[in-house]
């Protein structure tokens, strides 16, 4: 069965940087289930997957615009400490990530300098402006079920299990 829109694939894979720096990885005793065709992954990788059988291996190079974006400037802000209240003072440090709820759902802001009062934040995806290089092995590829196609991703092992 090849990987088509509707149907659910295993994958053991190596995400690498172009550095060359392991970013994320799956193995065949934990891999990465998803419903293809649901945009469940990010559009590169589903792209290249396409139409792939189980046990085929590729590598696949996707740049940011086909990743999780380029760099927005827009999501380099300064704001104040205020808006960091309830948090641990030894959180509020140049690294530090928090989930905020924003406009566009819920998003990772990362905290870049501390000044002050003044906290400087970035809210791009960590790996935005990446180009990200992936080996996959394909495991397995079978038929999403009914609950996996209304509920939009793919459910057992590997996959998501409680609603």
Known sequence: MQIAPNTVASLA???TDTQGD???QADAQHPFVYLHGAH????????????????E???VTIPPELAYGLK?????????RAMFAGADEEHIVPG??????????????VITAVDGDTISIDG????????LHFKVKILEVRAATKDELS????HGPGGHHHH
């Not at 927005?72 to 104040?80: A, C, E, I, M």
């Not at 791009?124 to 180009?131: D, S, V, W, Y």
């Not at 509920?151 to 793919?154: D, R, T």
Request: charged content about 15%; cysteine-free; aromatic content about 4%.
């Open 13 to 15: 894979y190596v995400l």
């Open 151 to 154: 509920h939009g991703h793919a």
């Open 40 to 55: 469940n992954i990010i559009p590169g990788l589903e792209n290249a997957l396409s139409g792939k059988q189980a046990g």
């Open 124 to 131: 791009n995806h960590p790996l935005a402006g990446e180009t």
């Open 72 to 80: 927005d400037d827009n999501l380099l802000q300064q704001v104040p």
């Open 22 to 24: 392991i970013l994320d």
């Open 96 to 109: 530090a990530q928090f989930h905020a709820q924003t406009n566009a759902g819920m998003q990772t802001i």
């Open 57 to 59: 291996e590729l590598e």
